[in-house]
């Protein structure tokens, strides 16, 4: 299981670094440039996924509390006879 993670992390950044060197390239950037723009948008995009994942996971949370059948339980008063 940690080879096919492994390899589809490889995978993903292969493949943005594939799409961010083609949009260099399109946009006109030649040369040194070239790898400059492809660095930054590569390592750039692969900052934003880190930070937006964990990010998900905390909102997620934070909605299924609030939201939770559980949280209505506790809150009733216990009836007295």
């Known amino acids: 299981m940690k080879r096919v993670f492994g390899l589809l992390s490889l995978m993903l950044v292969f493949g943005l670094s594939l799409f961010t060197l083609g949009i260099a ?11 400059g723009m ?3 948008y590569t390592f750039g995009t692969i900052i934003v996924l ?5 990010a998900g996971i905390v909102l997620f ?3 299924a509390t609030g939201i939770s ?9 216990v009836p007295v006879v």
């Open 25 to 35: 390239h399109i946009g006109g950037i030649k040369g040194v440039g070239l790898i």
């Open 38 to 40: 492809w660095f930054f």
């Open 50 to 54: 880190a930070q937006l994942i964990p």
């Open 61 to 63: 949370g934070f909605i």
């Open 69 to 77: 059948s559980y949280r209505n339980r506790e809150e009733r008063p």
